[in-house]
Antibody, heavy 120, light 107 residues
């Protein structure tokens, strides 16, 4: 059974960089037809797609965050990562990593989520 | 961006009720519409993909329909474990976008 687990600091200072890693077990992130996505949810609010990295390493980002976001992958560790720079309080959210099924682009496996708070 | 409008935003219903949640896209998305269930403190769970394809392990009381801009999620007979928030998501165009959710509460 595929499992995803987010890790990273739970508290980030304003203007600094948020860095999270998603470790995947039970399947290889290099498997074709799957993308690896980050999605966030501010407290009490809805879901926002941040972006994904494909099994080939191609990336696509939400235009609203594109200038601040980088998603990368490490196939040797079976991990993919999110970096979001110049954070503000508006970036406080639960951050989820998820597997995105290519071509139909739905999320069939999710991590449990990690809460990141931006505060000094 | 494609805007996804869900209605109602909240709904009270009793066990055994038939419940319908609607989702409207701001432009045609064919059948690139997915439904998720989220319980408090948990990650969303995929229920239905491609507007009407039930995911493995999801009870058959859940069904989805629609194409183009208008979609529905129906629960044929509400069970206690179905009380949750439901989200639609369009996967037609980047950026993929979600509806604001429908919170299903016990009546």
């Amino acid at each position: 059974q595929l499992q995803l687990q987010e890790s990273g600091p739970g508290l980030v200072k304003p203007s600094e960089t948020l860095s999270l890693t998603c470790t995947v077990s039970g399947g290889a992130i290099s498997s074709s037809n799957y993308y690896w996505a980050w999605i966030r949810q501010p407290p009490g609010k809805g879901l926002e797609w941040i972006g994904y990295i494909s099994y080939r390493g191609s990336t696509y980002y939400n235009p609203s965050l594109k200038s601040r976001v980088t998603i990368s992958m490490d196939t040797s560790e079976n991990q993919f990562s999110l970096k979001l720079n110049s954070v503000s309080a508006a970036d406080t959210a639960m951050y989820y990593c998820a597997r995105e099924r290519g071509s139909r682009n739905y999320y069939d496996f999710w991590g449990q989520g990690t809460l990141v708070t931006v505060s000094s | 961006d494609i805007q996804m409008t869900q209605s109602p935003s909240s709904l009270s219903a009793s066990v055994g009720d038939r419940v319908t949640i609607t989702c409207r896209a701001s432009q045609s998305i064919s059948n690139y519409l997915n439904w998720y269930q989220q319980k408090p403190g948990k990650a969303p769970k995929l229920l239905i993909s491609a507007a009407s394809s039930l995911q493995s392990g999801v009870p058959s009381r859940f069904s989805g329909s629609g194409s183009g801009t208008d979609f529905t999620l129906t629960i044929s007979s509400l069970q206690p474990e179905d009380y949750a928030t439901y989200y639609c998501q369009q996967s037609h165009s980047i950026p993929y976008t979600f509806g604001l959710g429908t919170k299903l509460e016990i009546k």
